[in-house]
């Protein structure tokens, strides 16, 4: 019996201890850590579309491929696009060419400038000269008219020659810097990028989602077709109780537990916080003045982004995070 009382008590005493050791625990970890079950594996997700309107002839991508940075993904009809590009390379000719018909022009209104100085200068001299015979009776006045007649018009023909010639000069003097020839020129750039975009290559290292795209569809431009999950940019929206926030700061160590993989633990650190709760920022945010109104905690989105890992995630999927404060 003596014994009995004893062993009693020995349980006792290793139960009172291990009672105290999980109180202290508890006391000293909890306060050391935040946890939720309310968090989800999100991504950062790239909508691919095409920067041209056209028919897709080629597809290069399945769904969930993954692709690498720079890798084929679909084509769109180019021959619309180089004709463009031919019509464009005609207008800069035809602007070149009207460039140096203007150049030739000024030096035409040059010559003509000079040409009818010339004869406005004989014509000045023989007006001189009838007029004294006129005036000495050798010659009739009609004559005296005419020749003044003709100097008028070689007068006329100056200014129009030099009004050619002002409109000429108004072009600039260097070719590359007319405004139809920069048309021109900006016209065959656009035609040469969109030629560029009939051919679509993939931005980032990911995986082809969603996608439903075949050769012979029309797309439009900017227009979502699937989407490019990048690769490594998984992250956790992990939405804690207001009331868990405290202490919760960037860069923290964060264990996650991935319901699809049980028992396999993760790590990752917090990102940031939310500026808001998260039906702050819903289409239809709550409205609290009303009668009936009851107080719940609400939660507060918290950024984890997980460290590089081999195994296969997917968005969506639900996960337990701990945040260790210290």
Same mark, same amino acid.
Request: hydrophobic share 40%; net charge neutral.
């Given at each position: 019996?003596?014994?009995?009382?004893?062993?009693?008590?020995?349980?006792?005493?290793?139960?009172?201890? #291990?009672?105290?050791?999980?109180?202290?625990?508890?006391?000293?970890?909890?306060?050391?850590?935040?946890?939720?079950?309310?968090?989800?594996?999100?991504?950062?997700?790239?909508?691919?579309?095409?920067?041209?309107?056209?028919?897709?002839?080629?597809?290069?991508?399945?769904?969930?491929?993954?692709?690498?940075?720079?890798?084929?993904?679909?084509?769109?009809?180019?021959?619309?696009?180089?004709?463009?590009?031919?019509?464009?390379?005609?207008?800069?000719?035809?602007?070149?060419?009207?460039?140096?018909?203007?150049?030739?022009?000024?030096?035409?209104? %040059?010559?003509?400038?000079?040409?009818?100085?010339?004869?406005?200068?004989? #014509?000045?001299?023989?007006?001189? %000269?009838?007029?004294?015979?006129?005036?000495?009776?050798?010659?009739?006045?009609?004559?005296?008219?005419?020749? *003044?007649? %003709?100097?008028?018009?070689?007068?006329?023909?100056?200014?129009?020659?030099?009004?050619?010639?002002?409109?000429?000069?108004?072009?600039?003097?260097?070719?590359?810097?007319?405004?139809?020839?920069?048309?021109?020129?900006?016209?065959?750039?656009? #035609?040469?990028?969109?030629?560029?975009?009939?051919?679509?290559?993939?931005?980032?290292?990911?995986?082809?989602?969603?996608?439903?795209?075949?050769?012979?569809?029309?797309?439009?431009?900017?227009?979502?077709?699937?989407?490019?999950?990048? *690769?490594?940019?998984?992250?956790?929206?992990?939405?804690?109780?207001?009331?868990?926030?405290?202490?919760?700061?960037?860069?923290?160590?964060?264990?996650?537990?991935?319901?699809?993989?049980?028992?396999?633990?993760?790590?990752?650190?917090?990102?940031?916080?939310?500026?808001?709760?998260?039906?702050?920022?819903?289409?239809?945010?709550?409205?609290?003045?009303?009668?009936?109104?009851?107080?719940?905690?609400?939660?507060?989105?918290?950024?984890?982004?997980?460290?590089?890992?081999?195994?296969?995630?997917?968005?969506?999927?639900?996960?337990?995070?701990?945040?260790?404060?210290?």
């Amino acid at each position: 019996m003596k014994y009995l009382l004893e062993n009693k008590k020995h349980v006792l005493a290793v139960l009172l201890l #291990a009672a105290l050791l999980g109180w202290f625990a508890f006391e000293h970890f909890s306060g050391a850590t935040r946890s939720t079950e309310n968090a989800y594996l999100d991504a950062d997700v790239v909508n691919v579309a095409s920067q041209v309107a056209g028919r897709v002839i080629n597809v290069y991508v399945k769904e969930n491929q993954f692709v690498h940075k720079g890798d084929a993904l679909f084509d769109i009809d180019p021959e619309p696009y180089a004709i463009a590009l031919t019509h464009a390379q005609a207008d800069l000719a035809q602007a070149l060419q009207n460039a140096r018909q203007d150049r030739a022009e000024v030096e035409l209104a %040059r010559a003509q400038i000079s040409q009818s100085k010339s004869d406005l200068a004989n #014509a000045r001299s023989i007006d001189a %000269r009838d007029k004294k015979l006129v005036a000495q009776h050798f010659l009739s006045q009609q004559s005296s008219d005419d020749a *003044k007649t %003709r100097m008028q018009g070689f007068q006329a023909s100056l200014e129009q020659a030099d009004a050619k010639l002002t409109k000429a000069r108004a072009a600039p003097e260097k070719i590359e810097e007319r405004g139809d020839v920069l048309k021109a020129q900006a016209a065959i750039a656009q #035609a040469r990028l969109d030629l560029e975009h009939t051919h679509v290559a993939a931005s980032q290292d990911g995986q082809i989602s969603n996608l439903t795209l075949t050769a012979g569809s029309m797309v439009g431009t900017g227009i979502p077709l699937f989407a490019l999950i990048e *690769k490594n940019s998984f992250h956790i929206n992990a939405n804690f109780k207001e009331t868990q926030l405290s202490g919760i700061r960037p860069g923290q160590q964060v264990d996650i537990q991935v319901d699809m993989y049980p028992g396999q633990h993760f790590t990752g650190t917090v990102e940031s916080l939310s500026g808001g709760t998260g039906t702050a920022f819903s289409l239809l945010p709550p409205q609290n003045a009303t009668g009936n109104w009851v107080k719940i905690a609400q939660r507060v989105p918290v950024r984890i982004k997980f460290a590089p890992t081999e195994s296969e995630l997917r968005i969506g999927a639900t996960a337990t995070v701990t945040v260790h404060l210290k």
